[in-house]
């Protein structure tokens, strides 16, 4: 019976560390807010990071293909052909009117072996804030169905890819300047009834 619990208990640990291993994190992180809140005309920045590419004698990420979204009624990208760390640039694929603004980004990397590391940025992306309300930016899996993403070796790794957004809000009036144009404003009716009376 001690020997069948190791056994499985090994096979857990096992199977955990492979699972472990085969899963890459695409994270788009916000980079410039530091109350979550964006003005109008405000540039947002936002890096595209890959975590768990192989390092050492593995082969890294060689060729790329992923779709970026985001609310076209709040932000507009920049010259984005400027933002690629690895020489990649935009294809525009498609558009859904009104909601989403849906771009592919294609490149691979000169150097044999790719791209390695924990948390190796792939990509820096500037918007302009054009519109109000809460928004979300996020990569996601390239809307086709061929396989868009392989490690120097042509390993195809689409299927272990997972993806995580950032979320932030685009206000028309700075909030404290909005709570002090109020607050002066009770202040000024406060001080006119008090004159009346």
Do not use: C
């Amino acid at each position: 019976m001690k020997q069948v619990i190791v056994l499985l208990s090994v096979f857990i640990f096992v199977m955990g560390s492979i699972s472990t291993a085969l899963a890459y994190d695409v994270t788009l992180e916000l980079t410039n807010d530091d109350d979550g809140i964006y003005m109008l005309d405000e540039t947002v920045t936002a890096n595209v990071v890959m975590s768990g590419l192989p390092e050492g004698f593995a082969p890294g990420l060689y060729v790329w293909l992923m779709d970026l979204t985001f609310d076209e009624t709040i932000l507009e990208l920049k010259d984005p052909e400027v933002y690629f760390v690895y020489g990649a640039d935009w294809q525009n694929s498609y558009t859904v009117p009104g909601v989403f603004g849906d771009l592919a980004v294609t490149g691979s990397n000169d150097v044999y072996g790719g791209i390695h590391g924990t948390t190796e940025l792939i990509s820096t992306i500037e918007f302009t804030v054009i519109g109000t309300g809460d928004f979300t930016v996020s990569m996601m899996q390239h809307d086709d169905s061929g396989m868009n993403n392989m490690l120097a070796d042509q390993t195809m790794i689409d299927s272990e890819l997972v993806f995580y957004g950032d979320s932030a809000t685009a206000a028309a009036v700075p909030v404290p300047g909005a709570v002090l144009l109020m607050g002066s404003g009770l202040l000024a009716l406060v001080g006119i009834r008090r004159k009346k009376a």
